[in-house]
């Protein structure tokens, strides 16, 4: 997902939906915590001066995706292991129409679904599409905390 033409594509097309904002964000945020380790490690070994508490010029790199977060207490227990499988794409239990019935009156989630089922062959849109719905679950409330990549 973090190649440079896929990351070019997303900021393009970062306007047309929160998708491509959310890839963005979560490449600045694995980079900013690439960062924050770095400079850590600078400190603890090198200057010998412990860790540096914040940074601004790290924290304040986002892209606005539009959206809102929300809490629904409603976890499903091994949801993190059925998107984990969802991203092979072509796993015979967890795919794209299990979670179409699965979230059947989520309109929010069918549509990065679609687009995923649309896109299966297209790097760009299938991932962009699987992170963010994993962002939507989590934003839900229907899957605890999980980085995907």
């Known amino acids: 997902m973090f190649e440079k033409e896929l990351l070019l594509m997303c900021f393009s097309k970062r306007d047309e939906h929160p998708r491509y904002a959310f890839a ?21 070994y090198v200057l010998n001066k412990g860790t540096v508490s914040s940074f601004d010029v790290v924290d304040a790199m986002t892209v606005d995706t539009g959206e809102e977060k929300s809490q629904n207490s409603n976890n499903y227990p091994h949801l993190s292991y059925e998107l984990s499988k969802l991203f092979e794409r072509k796993h015979p239990l967890f795919n794209v129409a299990s979670f179409q019935r699965r979230f059947q009156n989520d309109e929010e989630l069918l549509e990065e679904l679609a687009n995923m089922e649309k896109h299966m062959k297209n790097d760009l849109e299938f991932y962009s599409s699987y992170e963010y719905l994993a962002y939507l679950l989590r934003m839900k409330g229907y899957l605890r905390d999980l980085h995907t990549y």
């Open 24 to 44: 963005i964000n979560l490449f600045l945020e694995t980079l900013k915590d690439y960062i924050r380790e770095t400079i850590k490690n600078i400190n603890a």
